[in-house]
Structure formats: structure tokens, C-alpha cells
């Protein structure tokens, strides 16, 4: 993308601030048949999949230990993103065993966070030759998962890092948790 100047005042509003995620939905790369781009703001308005039921659901703990961070890392003129989500889940079982070794095999994930603020945001695709086009992101989103059971001060529990590179910024969507599970 070429270089593009605009506006950005932060002293217009009291602009709501809170940090942190409180919910994801997770799909694999090749279950997304397409996507939909609006043309002026670059938001993703829908997604089309092979299938219904493709996206998982991840409710995490409640404890504001989840978060979406991107970190942008310059080389001369090449700038990408290091995009990690991290969320934990209180408790060793089963059913979260059977979850972790379901993920971890996956090479290409796209995952949706919700954030605290009440917006949406679109891990593991990025824009491509314009602002409605998508590709993978330059890393594919992979997850990586931790299966703790600490020491009795501590609770065990389940963590995932989802870790991608991605040559922009994530896109924004104004999907619903909701729509998300309906497809």
C-alpha cells in the first residue's frame, strides 16, 4: 500500500479505552471460501464458509488476563506486525485436552476477537493489493498451547498464544459474535 497521510485527533471525545479481549471465535484458513471487504472503510462484513459450524468458540477467564497486542517491528522499509493473542482457561480436563489437541495440529487459523470496547477484530488475514482484497497473513496464525497445573498456591489451567505476522494492521469487522455462530 502507498503512502497515505490522515487526520488523528484524540482530544475530539473522551475516547473509551478499555483494554483487553473477552471472547474469540476461531476457524481454519481453508473453511473461508471468501470475504467480504467494505470499499470505503477496509471493514470485514462478512464471511462466507465451506460449511456451518466451521467457527469455534473460545470463552476465556474473566480475570483481565486476555489480550490482542500487535507490535509493529521495522527493517529499513519493511514494517509487518507481530500479532499475539493470549488467553487462559481456569481448570485441567478432558474436554480442554481434547480442544488443545485439536488446535495445535492447525496451520492456518483465522481468529475474530472481540475486545473489551466493544469493537472486532480480524487475526490472520490481511489486506492485499487494495482495501477489499484479503490474503493470509504473512505468518499464518498457529497456535501455540501451554497445559499448567502449577503449584496448590496456583491454579492449573489451560493458556493459548495465537502468534502471527502480518504485513498490516488487523482489520476490523463489524460481525457480531453472533453472526459468527449462526454461519
Known amino acids: 500500500m502507498a503512502c497515505s497521510l490522515l487526520d488523528l485527533d484524540n482530544q475530539v471525545d473522551c475516547p473509551v479505552s478499555d483494554g483487553g479481549i473477552v471472547e474469540s471465535r476461531v476457524a481454519e484458513c481453508t473453511d473461508i471460501t471468501d470475504v467480504t471487504i467494505a470499499a470505503l472503510t477496509g471493514i470485514v462484513t462478512a464471511f462466507t464458509m465451506a460449511s456451518t459450524g ?4 473460545l470463552v476465556y477467564d474473566d480475570d483481565d488476563t ?28 478432558n474436554a480442554k485436552r481434547l480442544v488443545v489437541e485439536g488446535l495445535t495440529p492447525c496451520c492456518c487459523l483465522v481468529v475474530v476477537h472481540f475486545l473489551s470496547n466493544g469493537e472486532a477484530v480480524v487475526q490472520g488475514l490481511e489486506n492485499f493489493t487494495s482495501i477489499t482484497t484479503y490474503r493470509t497473513s504473512k ?27 502480518s504485513r498490516n494492521s488487523s482489520m476490523y469487522t463489524n460481525l457480531t459474535p453472533e453472526d459468527l455462530d449462526a454461519l
Open 66 to 93: 486476555a489480550f490482542y497486542n500487535q507490535e509493529g517491528v521495522r527493517v529499513n522499509n519493511k514494517h509487518t506486525f507481530t500479532q499475539t493473542a493470549f488467553m487462559k482457561f481456569a481448570g485441567l480436563n
Open 139 to 165: 505468518k499464518k496464525a498457529k497456535v501455540t498451547a501451554n497445559v499448567m497445573t502449577d503449584t496448590p498456591a496456583n491454579e492449573d489451567r489451560v493458556e493459548f498464544n495465537f502468534i502471527s505476522e
Open 54 to 57: 466451521l467457527w469455534k468458540k
